[in-house]
């Protein structure tokens, strides 16, 4: 799994192409870039779910899990959380008026993280 976080800064260049964008790795995997909650919610079991920090490089990868939906508190505006990379800040979401999730670092910056998931 790590390979695939890697594969994805690699592919993305540290640019974040339009939310919902699709990218795919060399192995031919596609990895999707979340939008929102409700995109999430749709993820199936067994899946792959990923919360990356660009800046910082920070990785939280996690098996998306029928009777565990913890990939879903990313997507909480009312609950921070550690930011996965080295930078020791804290990350939290604000929604847009068009219902799309934006990710806030308090060290790395507004929309320096975004969700995604794969097979």
């Known amino acids: 799994m790590k390979k695939i976080a890697f594969i994805l800064f690699v592919l993305l260049g540290f640019y974040f192409p339009g939310w919902g964008a699709v990218v795919q790795t060399p192995k031919g995997q596609r990895l999707t870039i979340l939008s929102g909650i409700e995109e999430a919610k749709s993820?199936?079991?067994g899946k792959t779910f990923a919360f990356i920090c660009g800046k910082?490089?920070?990785v939280w990868m996690t098996k998306v899990k029928k009777e565990s939906r913890e990939h879903l508190l990313w997507f909480n505006p009312g609950l921070s959380q550690d930011c996965p990379g080295l930078c020791q800040g804290s990350?939290?979401?604000q929604q847009t008026k068009d219902r799309k999730t934006l990710f806030l670092c308090s060290r790395c910056g507004d929309q320096s993280a975004f969700a995604?998931?794969?097979g």
């Open 43 to 45: 993820i199936p079991p």
């Open 56 to 58: 910082c490089k920070g």
């Open 91 to 93: 990350v939290r979401s």
């Open 116 to 118: 995604c998931c794969g």
